[in-house]
């Protein structure tokens, strides 16, 4: 599958760790849509990439403030837009001024606003399990040229959660793609 990567987590602790792991091919600018129902772990997500960018401060869903933004190696943009009325309210948001401030912005429900965002970003899909409580399948995305470009090092840096094995063949993860 082109610009796609599927893993698994077993455990909250599972997730966070392995957005720590995604957290260190960050880059300035970048951008990362967390999509996936209620409770699938887009927080936990979030606070594992924000541990990735060496962020001290406690991540939290935000709920009165829309952005929150802690500092690391690079500055973390943490965006809920789950209660957001309209499109365009993102706008208002000032979400240009944030993609070129220099940090990283992770939107949970990202793909409702996919529309006024760049066509830059990855997409990361928790999708829960029916009959293991505890179990995520998460699938990042690629969309356009910034992250594709890393597809490999995502491999790479993911391969402890992979379910169908490292870019390039089989791999300790497991089979051919
Ligand atoms: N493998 C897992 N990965 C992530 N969370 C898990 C996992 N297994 C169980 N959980 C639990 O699922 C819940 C995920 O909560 P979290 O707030 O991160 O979800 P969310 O997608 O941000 O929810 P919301 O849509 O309300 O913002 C937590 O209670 C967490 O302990
Ligand atoms: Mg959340």
């Known amino acids: 599958m082109s610009g796609g990567v599927r893993a698994r987590s077993t455990s909250v602790e599972a997730t966070r760790d392995l957005a720590a792991a995604l957290a260190e091919l960050a880059r300035p600018g970048d951008l990362v849509l967390l999509v996936g129902d209620l409770g699938t772990g887009k927080t936990a997500f979030c606070q594992g990439f924000g541990r990735g960018l060496g962020v001290d401060e406690q991540i939290t869903s935000p709920t009165f403030a829309l952005v929150q933004t802690y500092t690391g190696r690079l500055d973390l943009n943490h965006l809920d837009v789950y209660r957001l009325g309209q499109v365009n309210e993102a ?83 497991g089979g051919a793609c």
């Open 91 to 173: 706008l208002d948001l000032g979400l240009n001024e944030l993609l070129d401030d220099g940090g990283v912005t992770l939107i949970e429900w990202g793909d409702t606003i996919a529309g006024v965002l760049p066509p830059d970003f990855l997409e990361v899909h928790l999708t829960a399990s029916t009959d293991e409580p505890d179990v995520r399948e998460i699938d990042l995305l690629t969309v356009g040229p910034r992250w594709s470009a890393r597809v490999r090092a995502v491999r790479t840096a993911l391969s402890a959660w992979l379910v169908d094995g490292p870019a390039g063949g089989p791999g300790p993860g």
